[in-house]
């Protein structure tokens, strides 16, 4: 089993930047692909960014592509993802999640392990 916990979420002004963090625990945490995810209120819950349990490899849904950044630190058990120039149309709950097929992956069918979300709020 792996537990995630989310953190790092709040309300914040278009334009402005939030840092998310999940911590990992239960499982050896440089096997497992990393993954976040982001449900709006009323939407399906989406794909955001995923790494690779290196780090090597990155992938991200193109609305976010050049604005949000995915990384991971294997010696704290950690996941992050900043976001930068937040808009109104980020506004969602963010979920990480974790696989541990050994792919980087896209679909929510993919992950196996999901936290409990945290919520952001971009005000415009």
């Known amino acids: 089993q792996v537990q995630l916990v989310e953190s790092g979420g709040g309300l914040v002004q278009a334009g402005g930047s939030l840092r998310l963090s999940c911590a990992a625990s239960?499982?050896?945490?440089?096997?497992?692909?990393m993954g976040w995810f982001r449900q709006a209120p009323g939407k399906d819950r989406e794909f955001v960014a995923a790494?690779?349990?290196?780090?090597?490899?990155?992938y991200y849904a193109d609305s976010v592509k050049g604005r949000f950044t995915i990384s991971r630190d294997n010696a704290k058990n950690t996941l992050y993802l900043q976001m930068n120039s937040l808009s109104p149309e980020d506004t969602a709950d963010y979920y990480c999640?974790?696989?541990?097929?050994?792919?980087?992956?896209?679909?929510?069918?993919?992950?196996?392990?999901w936290g409990q979300g945290t919520q952001v709020t971009v005000s415009s």
């Open positions: 999640a974790a696989t541990d097929t050994g792919r980087i992956a896209t679909g929510i069918r993919d992950y196996d392990y």
């Open positions: 239960g499982r050896t945490f440089s096997w497992l692909s």
């Open positions: 790494i690779s349990w290196r780090g090597t490899y990155t």
